[in-house]
């Protein structure tokens, strides 16, 4: 268990251009700390994150992935988040049916006024994938040749 | 079950229309039990043709996969229809086909066959291994009658009916110009009891349960290329650049295309079956997809297939779908 | 050539002694036979027909790193097959034997090799006759095969009933018969008439059949027949009679690149049933449909290979006529190929 707590989780976070990454800002330059594991990717809209993306994300050694988009209704695309939404619960619930922890992949609605939500969300998440350690199910490993 | 003889007369009739080119159907396979699908040109080549249990390929495959090479200067384009032979689950990816626009209604020409279930042709071949010589296969009440080698042995349904059967809701074509034979009750429902062991499990074990199934995987692409719904024309896993799944084989690289393959399909599996039939390495695909088939049920309450005029599962949206999930 | 008996309890001592080396057997994964490399002698399953891929990616892996390089570097790191290790593919039936003897021909052509004729050295292929032809479709005896096969075996270890009959057939299954030695006992006199009786019953049981004489020389000119469009109008373009051919070693190269700038150049299996075989960078395909593409492939096994290497690319095993989705039967494929005018 010791080895769980040092764990530092990589989580990739695939931020929206209008809200979430602006949340995101906000909560830097408002001084607010939250933990470091996150690596943030900018994506014009929530609905630009193909499930591939995650797939990738989870195979290239993140422990966990989280999309983040604006609130429904608050979408500068009208609906990009509403699709976003449907497919990622049916994403969520398959990973979890094949075995990969269903606090690996979360989706959050932050929008550009929510600093404080930005630095919830990122422990949450952050907390759940400590909780389930390090994803090693299906990660690129080095071939013995 | 349809009468041969009334079948080979419709589909001689099909064949012989001026706006007709093709007409896919069955004929006997090459060995034992198996039939195999028939491309009728003329009339003349129709009395092949068969339905029988053993009719397990879902011809609906064939409207897509149909290479076209560019057309010689001065020549016209064939636009006359393709007929084809469907069962119910079959009918249904004719149906998807077209809620997505992959061509018009009037590009094809359907012949329904109201179907009593087809048979797992393993459970044939391990209850009967060794034939060789042509054998055929009846449905007579709630029995199969297979003929081979001059005998005849009876089985129960049951035994030797195809898993997907059991649980089929649309037996009779959803889709059709003409209606081979009388319309077939639904005889079964689907309580997806088959999944519903592994998604109570730990993740530990869901995981050690696929990656066994996974890492037998040799990527053959079978299950795509026999799957009717997939028919993209440029398909994301033969793409170089980006290379979103690379070709090596290992688990990593297997359960990426396996997500990839189901996810692809979700919103849009017909539970034909084919792709967990043809699998040579026996990976339980339609587990995966099913697993899709259910959530879009329960949490949109949509059924691939079945309309239309229904829009894409995944092109669409309500604006009070669940998100009890989002933080 | 010395005979040898073995008897049936003593094959977990044997698989024991074995896995010194590199073993690989027979496995079951679920209800699916493959050859797998085994730690424990229990995991391997000798009791089977033949498994469902055959053993050849043990000596021609699906995908294998040839090198490694870092990205701006000219610095290369290569493989060293040695590092594998001896390894023995225990169990394999005749016909996956022959089908490594045709393909080392192809490996040690205009080019030898290094991965894979290192591998083929270092491997033992210690061979299981096939007393009951495994698969309705089983044709070897069309190709100068047979269920008792020696062909490209080391050693060939035969079903007697109570023991194995044990075979070894050239120096390396003499060493490996000598490792063994503490196993293995004197076999019973008259055993090798028994054997070559038993070898004559199985042949005959083998019912299908094709005569290949002239199919190499009459498939050129078949170039445009219109039969490649009927026997291919069903196929639907995977790769399951080509992957899971013993004797099929088309390969492609590919570099995989990860974060970092660190990479591999490996070869991974390709199939010329797959669309993107051919594929020119320029987007043209010369073989743009199924129907050149079933061309080639029966070209391939039986014109192409036989009139450069005098000996015809299929061995008979018959998992492409098993396996095939859309029951093209390559046996159907040659009838119609001898028929043709």
Known sequence: MAEKTDFEPNIVAFLCNWCSYAGADLAGTSRIQYPSNVRVIRVMCSGRVNPLFVMNALQQGADGVLISGCHPGDCHYMQGNYYARRRFNLMRNFLEYLGVEPQRVRMSWVSASEGAKWKEVIEEVVNGVKEVGPMD???RRQLNW | MVDVNKLREKAKEVVSRDDVRLLIGYRPGTYGFRARPAFVQGPDEADELIFTPACVNNLATYITLEEKLPVPRGQEPDLRKVAVMVKGCDSRALVQQMEEKAYDRDRILVLGIPCTGVVDMAKVEAKFPGVLQRGEIALEGDRFVLSFNGSKEEVPREELVADKCLRCRYPTPLVYDELLDEAVERFADDDYSDIAELEKRAAAEKWAYWEEKFSRCIRCYSCRNVCPMCYCEDCVLDRLQPQWMRRSVDISENTAYHVSRAYHLAGRCIQCGECQRVCPVDIPLMELNRKFYKDVEELYDYEPGTSVENPPLLSTFKVDDREDFIL | MALK???KEKMGEVLGE?????LVAPAKSDEVVVFKQIGDPQEAFLDYGNSTVPPKKFAFPQTETLFRFMVGSPELKEKNVEEEGTTVIFGLRPCDARAMAIVDKLFSWD???????????LTTLVGMACVEPPSVNCFCTSLQGSPFGTEGLDMLLTDMGDYYLV??????GEKLAETLSSQLEEAPAGDEKKA????RESEGRIRRSISTAGIPEKLPGLWENELWKRVSAACLGCGICTFLCPTCHCFDIQDEVDEGGEGRRCRMWDSCMFEEYTLHASGHNPRPTRRERTRNRINHKY???????????CVGCGRCINLCPVNIDILDIL???VDAQ
């Not at chain 3, 074995?18 to 590199?22: A, E, N, P, V």
């Not at chain 3, 080019?111 to 050295?121: C, M």
């Not at chain 3, 070559?196 to 070898?199: P, Q, R």
């Not at chain 3, 014109?303 to 690319?313: H, K, L, Q």
């Open chain 1, 137 to 139: 199910q299906f990660k």
């Open chain 3, 5 to 7: 008996k073995l008897s």
């Open chain 3, 18 to 22: 074995l896995s010194k080396f590199r």
């Open chain 3, 111 to 121: 080019f030898d090799d290094p991965y894979y004729l290192k591998r083929r050295e």
């Open chain 3, 167 to 172: 075979q070894s057939l050239t120096e390396k």
């Open chain 3, 196 to 199: 070559e009786e038993m070898a």
């Open chain 3, 303 to 313: 014109s192409y290979y036989p009139n450069r290497f005098g000996v015809i690319a």
């Open chain 3, 335 to 337: 009838d119609q190929v």
